[in-house]
C-alpha cells in the first residue's frame, strides 16, 4: 500500500513538471515570452489565481492558455481521485492502525505473540485473559482484526510471515510466540524467523500433519501441538473419566484457583530439602502434584522424601493468595 501511494506521488510530481515545462516553453514559443515571463505566466496560469497577462496574448496564446488550463483540471482531478482512492480504499486507515499498534508495542515486555486468531488463537487468547497475560495479535483477515480491535486488543493487520512485522509486535522482549495458522508451511517459516530473532523465545507452533511436528522441533520450536489429536484425547477422556476432564478443564480457565510451575532454583531454601519441608506448612495449604525433574522426565505425587533441585520444576495448585504466602516463606 505504501509504494503504491508513493508511486502515485511520484506521477503526481512529474505529471506537475511536466505541466510547468510544457507551458514555459509554449509561452516563449507562442508569445516570444523570456524564461521569467513564460514561467510566471504558467504559474499562475496552473494555480488559477489570476493576476493578469503580462501583456496582451495572441489568439494562439489564448488557445494556448486554454490547453494549459484543461491540462491543469485534468491533474488536479488525478490528485483528488487518487487521494479519496487513498482514503476510502482504507488505505490511509490502515497506516494509522499500524502506527497505533507499532506504538502501543514499543514497551512492552515478556508478551506473548499470537499468530493468526483462528479457533485456536482465539483460544489462547480467552486463556491469557483469564490469566491476565498481556499479548499481541497478528491477522491479516480484516474482519477478525476488528473484531480483536473492538476487544480493545493490539493487532496488527499484517502478514505475519514478514519479519518486520515480527520484530513490530516486539518479539525481541516477548515471552513466547505461539504459531496457531492454518497452513503447516506457514508456520514453519514463522517458527524459524522468529528462532532466529531470539533464541531464549518459547515457540508453540500448530501442526496438522504427522510429519510437519519433527520439522517444526528442528527448526526451533519449543513444543507442537496437533488439535485433531487433541481433540481425539480430549473426547475419550470425557469417556474414560469424565469428572477428572472435566475438574482440569474448569481449573485451566479459573484465575483464582490454578496450577502453577515453581522453579526450584528460584528458592534457595528449597534447594536440597525434601518435599515435606513445604507440606510441614499446612497453613499454606498448597499442594505439589507433580515435579519435572532436569532431564524432563514427571513425578506425579511425588513422595515427602523427595530432594528437590536445582533445574527441577514444582508444578502446584494454588490460589493466587497462597502463591503469594508462598513465595514470602521460602523466597
Do not use: W
Not at 31 to 60: C, H, K, N, V
Not at 93 to 122: D, E, S
Not at 163 to 190: F, Q, R, W
Not at 212 to 222: D, T, Y
Amino acid at each position: 500500500m505504501r509504494k503504491l501511494l508513493k508511486s502515485k506521488i511520484y506521477l503526481l510530481v512529474f505529471l506537475t513538471t511536466a505541466a510547468i515545462a510544457f507551458g514555459t516553453f509554449g509561452y516563449m514559443i507562442i508569445e516570444g515570452y523570456d524564461f521569467l515571463e513564460a514561467l510566471y505566466m504558467t504559474i499562475i496560469t496552473l494555480s488559477t489565481t489570476g493576476f493578469g497577462e503580462i501583456r496582451p496574448l495572441s489568439e494562439a496564446g489564448r488557445l494556448f492558455t486554454i490547453l494549459l488550463l484543461i491540462l491543469t483540471l485534468s491533474i488536479l482531478a488525478y490528485s483528488l481521485g487518487s487521494l479519496s482512492s487513498y482514503l476510502m480504499d482504507g488505505d490511509f486507515l490502515l497506516q494509522i492502525r499500524k502506527r497505533r499498534a507499532r506504538n502501543q508495542t514499543k514497551h512492552m515486555q515478556n508478551h506473548i505473540i499470537i499468530c493468526g486468531y483462528g479457533r485456536n488463537g482465539q483460544k489462547a487468547a480467552e486463556m491469557f485473559d483469564v490469566h491476565k497475560i498481556p499479548y499481541v495479535v497478528i491477522e491479516e483477515n480484516h474482519e477478525r482484526a476488528a473484531l480483536l480491535r473492538e476487544k480493545n486488543v493490539t493487532v496488527f493487520e499484517e502478514n505475519a510471515l514478514e519479519d518486520e512485522v515480527l520484530k513490530a509486535a516486539g518479539i525481541l522482549h516477548a515471552k513466547a510466540l505461539l504459531s496457531s495458522l492454518p497452513n503447516d508451511t506457514d508456520n514453519l517459516y514463522i517458527v524459524l524467523s522468529a528462532r532466529e530473532m531470539n533464541k531464549q523465545l518459547t515457540i508453540i507452533s500448530r501442526a496438522s500433519n504427522d510429519g510437519v511436528e519433527k520439522k517444526l522441533k528442528i527448526a526451533g520450536a519449543s513444543s507442537v501441538v496437533k488439535p485433531d489429536t487433541i481433540g481425539g484425547t480430549h473426547m475419550a477422556q470425557l469417556v474414560i473419566n469424565p469428572d477428572v476432564k472435566e475438574f482440569i478443564d474448569f481449573v485451566s480457565y479459573d484465575a483464582e484457583n490454578t496450577f502453577k510451575e515453581i522453579e526450584v532454583q528460584e528458592y534457595p531454601k528449597l534447594c536440597g530439602k525434601p518435599l515435606r519441608e513445604i507440606r510441614k506448612h499446612v497453613e499454606l495449604d498448597v499442594s505439589v502434584i507433580g515435579l519435572k525433574n532436569q532431564d524432563g522426565k514427571y513425578l506425579i505425587n511425588p513422595s515427602s522424601e523427595t530432594l528437590m533441585q536445582e533445574g527441577q520444576q514444582l508444578i502446584i495448585m494454588a490460589t493466587g493468595e497462597q502463591l503469594k504466602n508462598f513465595k514470602q516463606q521460602f523466597a
